[in-house]
């Protein structure tokens, strides 16, 4: 893709919140990822979709200290939307971090369908995600992936991201951990 459409392309995309007029659209985002077999990320998105309203009254509870379960923390989950209405991508952003999003979940969890990558969407995804959690109050904003996920690795480098010490987990499993400083 040429530098012009690029950027026209990514002028013409926009995060929202889940809406019930989205309804088709994310049922087809969500088939999208079902149909690829890798795992859906962020995970807020491996909800069923079936009961819809359902889902969007999960998603909406997730931001409410009062409405989570037990060692949660409070969420928001955005869509990336294109000018055809067509959702793109998901992003959860986490208020505040356990011990556990500290070491391998961090803030910010956001991801792409699979039939739409290598497009740009998830640099512009990532940096719309700093926007809002600016916006909630973190000045400090810990994005994670895994080591072998290096096109994650370089959205959140392009996104400003620090790396600090990796976490590895039980498994072997290698998280690369980055600071992002918003205020």
Known sequence: MDDLKYRESMAQIFLVRPTVELR??????????????????????????????????????NEDKQDIADGWVPSS????VNEDR??????NIRHALTEKLFNSGGHIGYGIRPS??????????L???????KEIGISNALVVCDYVNVA?????????GVQDKDFIEEDGNIINRFWIKLA
């Open 152 to 160: 994650s690795r370089k959205t959140i480098i392009n996104n400003g």
């Open 127 to 133: 940096a719309m995600a700093l926007e809002k959690s």
């Open 77 to 80: 989950t955005f869509w990336l």
């Open 24 to 61: 088709e659209a994310y049922i087809e985002f969500f088939q999208d990822w079902q149909e690829s077999g890798e795992d859906m990320v962020p995970w807020v998105i491996s909800k069923d979709p079936t009961n819809y309203e359902e889902m969007l009254e999960f998603l909406f509870k």
């Open 86 to 91: 067509k959702v793109v991508g998901a992003v």
């Open 116 to 125: 739409e990558r290598k497009k740009g969407y998830a640099t512009k995804l």
